[in-house]
Every structure is written in structure tokens, then in C-alpha cells.
Nanobody, 123 residues
Framework: QVQLVESGGALVQAGGSLRLSCAAS????????MGWFRQTPGKAREFVAA????????YYTNSVKGRFTISRDNTKNTLYLQMNSLKPDDTAVYYC????????????????WGQGTQVTVSS
């Protein structure tokens, strides 16, 4: 059983930056492809970014390409999402997720999810 805990969410002005972290425990982190998703009230959870278990491959949704960077440190069992040039439309609860396999995976069929961290971007 893998436990995931996100941190780093905050209130930030448009154009600002944040780095989200996701600490994993209870499993072998390098066995899992990882992803970031986000959700706003009344909407389905949407894919943001994903990374293969080796960190060799990454994938982004179009709206964050060039602004967000997903990375992982398998020695620290931690996943990151560096978010730059933030926009009000990026406001959401951000979730990290783990899925057994090479990855990256862009659908929501992940095995484990964190509790989420709130990101609010003011205009």
C-alpha cells in the first residue's frame, strides 16, 4: 500500500510560481509511474502531467506545456510539479497519483492517490 502526501499549495498572484511536492511511502517508489491531476468544484478530475518510473519520459496536457515541469527524485521518494507563469485558470485542488508500470500514463486509472493540495491563483 502506497501513501501519498502532497504539499506546497498556496495562494499566489497570476504570473507567480509554486512548486508542489508529493512524498511517497509504503512502497518502492521507483516501481511506479507518477502523475499530477487537478480538480475544481463540479468538474471531473483532469490530467496535468505524468512521468515514467525512470523519469525518462514525461507528458503534459496542452494548457500547461512550457509552464509546468514534472520531475521526481527516486532517492527521496518524492514527486514534484514546478508551476511557473500561473494563471487564474490553474486554480484547483492538485492531486498526485501512483500507478504500477513504466508510464507515463495520462488517464485516471491510477492505483493510489493523495489527499490533494489547494492552489489558488488570483488575478
Amino acid at each position: 500500500q502506497v501513501q501519498l502526501v502532497e504539499s506546497g499549495g498556496a495562494l499566489v498572484q497570476a504570473g507567480g510560481s509554486l512548486r508542489l511536492s508529493c512524498a511517497a511511502s509504503g512502497g518502492t517508489f521507483s516501481d511506479y509511474a507518477m502523475g499530477w491531476f487537478r480538480q475544481t468544484p463540479g468538474k471531473a478530475r483532469e490530467f496535468v502531467a505524468a512521468i515514467s518510473r525512470s523519469a525518462y519520459n514525461t507528458y503534459y496536457t496542452n494548457s500547461v506545456k512550457g509552464r509546468f515541469t514534472i520531475s521526481r527524485d527516486n532517492t527521496k521518494n518524492t514527486l514534484y510539479l514546478q508551476m511557473n507563469s500561473l494563471k487564474p485558470d490553474d486554480t484547483a485542488v492538485y492531486y498526485c497519483a501512483a500507478r504500477g508500470g513504466i508510464g507515463p500514463y495520462i488517464d485516471t486509472r491510477y492505483d493510489y492517490w493523495g489527499q490533494g493540495t489547494q492552489v489558488t491563483v488570483s488575478s
